[in-house]
């Protein structure tokens, strides 16, 4: 990965419920994007794009232009959580909250079309102060249309949301963890179920990855508190996804007397600091020799831990996202980290060092930032995208 | 029902002294009807109480009662069917759903703090804060008109309190007595002596204050020797407290929670006779967070809460104890930056269950958004009212503070009686 000065080069508007998973697939013109609500649409960008727009609230600044997606996958009912793609771009693999993990042909022929409305705030925006005939026509104007495509395959077997999916580095396995902290890996080609574990029967898998060989699995468990005096010992495990047996307990390793059956707020105490609102992102370096897990929730700063795949040994600690990390991934050269938080940026940090080298987007927000709840990196590693739940997906070149 | 003050004997309160005393087997002449333990515990058994559930911090009415499928309002969780036809509720609430004809829920309720001080004094007490006033919480009122004088027990406990207003103008005899979020004693009221030590220190502590009572006339010292002997007495049942047993075997019942073993403790103690028991359960105020909140704390608490009333059930006591359900707040329609769900007042949700009140009824209604009552508005006042109704204790009963006249129900709530039995 080769950072110059990043431009912000579309802002590709996906308003409605909140954008939290982006794609790219196979090159970085091309990428999918999924909501709360459950929708995924496909664009396809052209090669150059338009000139910028001038922001309507500030001369200094320019909006990058829009672009309509083409495509839209249908077949979830409810939030998508993660997304993910083989590096041809081929297969689109979605969670849900749905209790479903989807399998997408992305090139496969339409099953049909339909029209799609994804500036509706823009368009509430542009009516507020208009009479009533131009109020109607701004807002019942005709929306984009797309074709929609159904999901190849349909895995079966969590019992909760699945809020966790991760893919094996030789693209051959699934992961995936739900609210009731099972995990189960999976064959992609044959679209099968190939082991299962679970965890604490009260905490959720809320991060999983695996190695680059599929062999490990990395599982970050966590749960929300149950009342202030009742909180199961976060985990942060490897496990063989060959039998799903305990392989490495890691937050033993940074906290020897932990007792991951405790339930106090007392013996929470013990990782609060480490895991903060929970290690929400997990990423395998694509060398094998490295992970990276983020803190998320609303902390006050979300940092990514970079541990030694081997040992369990903790390497260091990098960036630092204000209220907390959504996403983490390296690059493809295992050389940076890119962590997306709740502070509408995505930051670029070297895993030699740990020294931030660049931010994508600013905060924006009120008290509050909006988040960018997801990150891609491009196969050609020279475009990333960010799910932004404000309603867009960012596009930027490096 | 006139009060002139808290030391008033009403016509109810004379009868349970009698009953009291008669279950002491010391007056004859009414013990002759009582004298059997059977009898004592049948009359015991009738008495009408309260367990108030509290979701501290404001349960959200989207993630539980009220939801809006498909609205923009309307969340992450999808809705199940329950066992009352045509009425749905949250997926979180599974066990909750089959037990929806025992609850009334009210879906339109619509009070006027929309803080947590504000509210939570709200909901204890039915008043909004005033200068100059102490109003009592709900258990203190309950603790007056149904409790028990001389009882071993407390007549209103707290499991992990919330709430500060406690007896208010009733006095002291009424405070709560707080139990920890564990259910354990406190510390005070275990004593580490040899009985018969502690028997004699009794003896002259009471004969002292014997001596001082009589020279002085003192309020503060009948009272101080009445919280004595309340905090004696309650030695002869520490028992109740030991639940590890019982929870053993009641842990799948109530599901294996903080919440559960608070409940079961609830249980035991209404079933001991005690009239009010509060049970809370914290950290409700999804301010950031809003559905992984409430996906983390709703399934313990459905599950704590329809064991509850399958136990009560079971041993016939859900008809005599009134199983209340609210927070001090609701949460807003809208979802904020932040994933959470703010303050919300205009349009929120309770339920009721067991003594006085019908099963399987949902009473008002929010609009298509959630964002304002379109049926049957019920102000904390109404809610106050229906629950003394339900308990049997006149709502219009009046005490005084000063020469005020403090009604136990805000001055022109109505009782909402399609609710009611």
């Known amino acids: ?398 | 029902m006139k009060c002139p003050n808290f030391e008033h004997v009403s016509r109810r309160a004379l009868l349970k002294g009698t009953l009291a005393t008669a279950a002491g087997g010391s007056l004859m002449n009414w013990g002759s009807l009582f004298n059997s333990q059977a009898t004592a515990a049948e009359v015991n058994k009738n008495q009408k109480r309260c367990i108030l559930l509290w979701m501290n911090g404001g349960v959200s009415q989207f993630e539980t009662f009220d939801m809006k499928p498909g609205r923009p309002t309307g969340g992450l969780f999808r809705p199940i069917s329950t066992n009352l036809p045509g009425t749905q509720v949250c997926e979180l609430m599974p066990k909750i759903a089959q037990n929806m004809d025992k609850l009334t829920v009210i879906r339109s309720m619509r009070t006027s703090q929309v803080d947590h001080p504000g509210g939570i004094h709200l909901m204890h007490t039915g008043y909004s804060q005033a200068a100059g006033i102490r109003f009592p919480e709900i258990g203190a009122v309950i603790a007056k008109y149904l409790g028990r004088d001389g009882s071993d027990l407390p007549n209103f406990i707290k499991i992990f309190s919330h709430g500060n207003t406690g007896a208010g103008f009733l006095g002291p005899k009424f405070q709560p007595f707080a139990l920890s979020p564990e259910g354990r004693l406190p510390t005070f009221s275990t004593s580490n002596l040899n009985p018969q030590i502690e028997s004699r220190r009794n003896e002259l502590r009471n004969f002292v204050e014997d001596v001082y009572a009589r020279r002085h006339k003192a309020e503060t010292a009948r009272m101080h020797r009445e919280a004595y002997e309340a905090a004696r007495r309650l030695q002869n049942v520490h028992d109740v407290f030991k639940i590890d047993d019982e929870w053993n075997k009641y842990r799948d019942l109530y599901g294996d929670s903080a919440f559960g073993r608070r409940c079961l403790m609830a249980r035991r103690l209404i079933e001991e006779g005690v009239p009010f028991v509060e049970v809370g359960q914290s950290s409700y105020d999804s301010h950031a967070d809003n559905f992984v909140w409430h996906r983390a704390l709703v399934p313990p608490m459905e599950h704590a809460w329809a064991g509850l009333m399958t136990d009560l059930e079971q041993r016939g006591l859900l008809e005599h104890t009134l199983v209340v359900w609210m927070g001090e707040i609701g949460r807003t329609p809208r979802v904020n930056n932040r994933s959470g769900r703010d303050h919300y007042v205009r349009s929120w949700s309770t339920a009721l269950a067991g003594a006085g009140v019908k099963g399987g009824v949902v009473y008002g209604e929010s609009d298509l958004d959630g964002i304002d009552v379109k049926d049957n508005p019920v102000t904390e006042g109404d809610f106050f009212a229906t629950i003394y109704q339900a308990l049997g204790i006149d709502p219009e009963t009046e005490h005084y503070n000063g020469v005020r006249p403090i009604p136990i129900a805000p001055f022109g709530s109505d009782v909402v009686k399609d609710v009611l039995v």
């Open chain 1, 1 to 398: 990965m080769k950072i110059n000065k990043p431009s912000h080069r579309w802002q590709l508007k996906f308003e409605g419920e909140w954008p939290t998973s982006v794609a790219f697939l196979g090159d970085s013109r091309k990428l999918a994007a999924g909501n709360r609500g459950g929708e995924i649409f496909v664009w396809n960008l052209p090669e150059e794009p338009p000139a910028p727009q001038q922001d309507e609230k500030d001369e200094q600044e320019k909006t990058p232009p829009d672009h309509p997606p083409t495509r839209q996958l249908t077949g979830h009912d409810n939030g998508i959580s993660r997304l993910v793609a083989t590096s041809d771009g081929k297969t689109l693999v979605s969670s849900s909250l749905d209790r479903t993990v989807r399998l997408w042909d992305v090139n496969s022929a339409a099953t049909g079309s339909t029209e799609v409305v994804l500036d509706a705030k823009d368009r509430q925006r542009r009516a507020r102060y208009k009479g009533e005939d131009e109020k109607k026509k701004i807002l019942e104007a005709p929306g984009v249309k797309v074709e929609t495509v159904d999901s190849a395959a349909e895995l079966t077997g969590h019992r909760g949301w699945v809020g966790s999916l991760g893919l094996s580095g030789d693209q051959k396995q699934l992961i995936s963890g739900d609210v009731t902290s099972l995990v189960i890996t999976w064959d992609l080609a044959a679209r099968k179920e190939k082991s299962r574990w679970t965890g604490h029967p009260w905490n959720w898998a809320v991060a999983t990855a695996l190695s680059p060989d599929g062999a490990t699995a990395l599982v970050s468990e966590y749960t929300y508190k149950r009342d202030d005096f009742d909180i199961p010992a976060a985990g942060l495990k490897l496990w063989t996804t060959v039998d799903g047996k305990e392989k490495l307990d890691l937050l033993k390793l940074q906290f020897p007397n932990l007792d991951p059956k405790a339930t106090s707020y007392g013996s929470a105490q013990a990782w609060r600091k480490f895991v903060k609102g929970g290690l929400i992102a997990a990423d395998f370096s694509p060398d094998g020799k490295f992970m990276a897990v983020g803190q998320g929730g609303e902390t006050d700063t979300g940092k990514v831990h970079l541990l030694d795949a081997a040992s369990g040994e903790l390497l260091r600690t990098v960036s630092g996202h204000r209220y907390g990390v959504c996403d983490v991934k390296f690059s493809g050269d295992g050389q940076y980290i890119l962590s997306s938080g709740r502070d509408t940026t995505i930051r670029i940090c070297q895993v030699s060092d740990g020294k931030e080298v660049a931010t994508l987007g600013k905060e924006r927000g009120g008290q509050y930032k909006d988040w960018i709840h997801a990150l891609a990196i491009s196969p050609d590693q020279k475009t990333v995208a960010g799910a932004d739940i404000a309603g867009f997906v960012h596009v930027w070149q490096l």
